[in-house]
């Protein structure tokens, strides 16, 4: 690439200045923008439910770089504005004041929003959903000793705010359509170990219940009433039922789209040759999986960007990452990579009472699909490689604490 070159990326987290970092690491001497819809430098959100909350962290701990790191890299990070539009005709995107910047490569990092269910009272005062920082600010002022929360939704951020909370003392709920926390995620085995955490901690998990709607006095939230027409009584509610791409950008400009968000080859590339996807929004076409993968976890934000970097100089790579998330609630700190969308059965190694295991998801033929391993640390390079062996292993042998892991699957 010539430096007249212009590259533009859409979206101001984690993704975006990834992105900007790694393609000044692959020597890219042309001209970068950055287009940030906050007015925040770009930072890292799963804080926000954790570390934040608990009072553990400030802004400045997660800001991915300082202001001198961007006019240093001679990177235009446009704050507090959005892209109205794509044009691919023309290689331009129009902004939001309707002025317009050329792109000879353009990289969607759109992320996510929360959404926002069709509850009743779900506008009201007191109804908090938790994205971007000042969201976390509010409701952080929410959250004091003696007062009371409900949740809806008991996936991760539901489950790590209830944890933040109950640590400041605040009374806590949460109401929830599955049979147990984390269902989706994690299936009925490892699901039953977060039951019991929260419940251990105080946690009042109403489980296959739905919400009716959001009770309110005066337009400010009071709690939640639910189809079986019990109440519960909260000073402040939180809906957290998931995340929604920001798809929509890309879709109004004629990009492929499916699986939930913007189809990508393992290169990260769109059907457009110049334009690239990453981190939430980017369906990938996985190498090892031999199939497409969205996950909308860090991890993705985080790595994605290198490669779609060096496929954007033209130095041919792809996204081979294994899925990983993790997540820390009370003394639990749990670390999931792999994917098992399906599984046969799953098997535990260690301690699951006392909360120090691995658990494994393995197929009909005793390979392993994902494995989790919760207070037990620096297992993470031995369980991807008995992913990526595609080897059978024995239960037991898995299950067996005296062998090794890194003697497994060979």
Sequence with gaps: MT???????????????????????????????????????????????????????????????????????????????????????????????????????????????????????????????LRTLEDAVELNSALREGSSLAIVGAGWIGLEVAASARSKGVDVTVVETARLPL???????????????????????????????????????TGLKLDDGSVIAADAVLVAVGAAPNIELAAAAGLDMGDGGVLVDSSLRTNDPDIFAVGDIAAAQHPFFKTRVRTEHWANALKQPAVAAANMVGTHTEYTELPYFFTDQYDLGMEYVGYAPSYDRVVFRGDVAAREFIAFWLDSGNRVLAGMNVNV??????????????????????????????????
């Design 377 to 410: 640390w620096d297992v993470v390079d031995d369980i991807k490689a008995l992913i990526t062996s595609r080897a059978a292993v024995a239960p037991d042998a898995l299950a067996d604490t005296q062998r090794a892991l890194s003697e497994l699957g060979g």
């Design 183 to 221: 269902l989706a995620a994690l299936g009925a085995e490892a699901a039953e170990v977060f039951a019991g955490l929260h419940r251990q901690h105080g946690v009042n998990l109403r489980l296959e219940s739905n919400v009716g709607e959001i009770s309110t006095t005066s337009g400010t939230a």
């Design 3 to 129: 430096e007249t070159s212009t590259f533009v990326i859409v979206g101001g987290g984690l993704a975006g200045a990834k992105a900007a970092e790694a393609l000044r690491a692959n020597d890219f001497d042309g001209d970068i923008t950055i287009i940030a819809g906050e007015d925040h430098l770009p930072y890292e959100r799963p804080p926000l439910s954790k570390e934040f909350l608990a009072g553990k962290k400030s802004l400045e701990d997660f800001t991915v770089h300082d202001a001198g790191w961007y006019s240093d890299s001679n990177v235009d990070l446009r704050l507090g504005t959005a892209v109205a539009e794509i044009d691919r005709g023309t290689r331009n995107v129009r902004l939001s004041d309707d002025s317009t910047q050329r792109y000879d490569k353009l990289l969607l990092a759109t992320g996510s929003r929360s959404k926002r269910p069709p509850i009743p009272g779900s506008d009201a005062a007191a109804v908090h959903y």
